[in-house]
């Protein structure tokens, strides 16, 4: 089981960034969540077997269509992983 943190910037708010994240996680069967930050990046918390994981922050990198993603800066974290994949 792999958790991260992942820090996403760029024009990422207001792009439905969050909800396709939550529909790419569901697919990849990943658990955790996404919220907006006050500095303008989203933060996702990214739990699930080491490949789902990796495939997701792939992902995160690209985003949605009118998303334009500067830099997506992973940590690894402690965090238990949740049940499922919420939107803050």
Same mark, same amino acid.
């Given at each position: 089981?792999?958790?991260?943190?992942?820090?996403? #910037?760029?024009?990422?708010?207001?792009?439905?960034?969050?909800? #396709?994240?939550?529909?790419?996680?569901?697919?990849?069967?990943?658990?955790?969540?996404?919220?907006?930050?006050?500095?303008?990046?989203?933060?996702?918390?990214?739990?699930?077997?080491?490949?789902?994981?990796?495939?997701?922050?792939?992902?995160?990198?690209?985003?949605?269509?009118?998303?334009?993603?500067?830099?997506?800066?992973?940590?690894?974290?402690?965090?238990?992983?949740?049940?499922?994949? #919420?939107?803050?």
């Amino acid at each position: 089981m792999k958790s991260v943190v992942c820090i996403v #910037s760029g024009r990422v708010q207001g792009v439905w960034y969050r909800g #396709s994240a939550q529909e790419q996680a569901k697919k990849l069967g990943v658990t955790g969540h996404a919220r907006n930050s006050p500095d303008g990046t989203v933060e996702v918390l990214a739990c699930g077997d080491d490949a789902a994981v990796d495939a997701f922050i792939i992902w995160l990198h690209k985003g949605p269509m009118l998303a334009r993603v500067a830099t997506v800066q992973v940590t690894p974290c402690e965090t238990p992983a949740p049940a499922d994949f #919420s939107v803050a």
